[in-house]
């Protein structure tokens, strides 16, 4: 519900619709859904998630050029997903 609305009205409308009222909405395709504005905190599993891919790659198996690569597509792809 919106935050305009009363949360009398809010319970009542739940009730009706036989829907639950909840302030975490979860995760859709593992992006979090949120009821405001985002801030920095919000978009923190972004970066967690680049730092568990970075630590799983092996560099001695990539020389640097390829390093640079793969760190420039994943970084990028990462973040674009999310605000799509």
């Not at 909840?22 to 995760?27: A, E, F, H, S």
């Amino acid at each position: 519900m919106s935050p305009n609305v009363s949360i009398s009205k809010a319970r009542n409308s739940s009730g009706l619709c036989g829907i639950s009222l909840t302030l975490d909405l979860g995760r859709y395709l593992g992006i979090p859904l949120h009821h405001n504005r985002c801030n920095r905190i919000h978009f923190q599993f972004i970066i967690d998630k680049i730092h568990s891919r970075r630590s799983g790659w092996k560099a001695s198996m990539l020389s640097l050029t390829g390093r640079a690569t793969l760190i420039q597509s994943v970084t990028s792809a990462i973040p674009n997903y999310s605000m799509q």
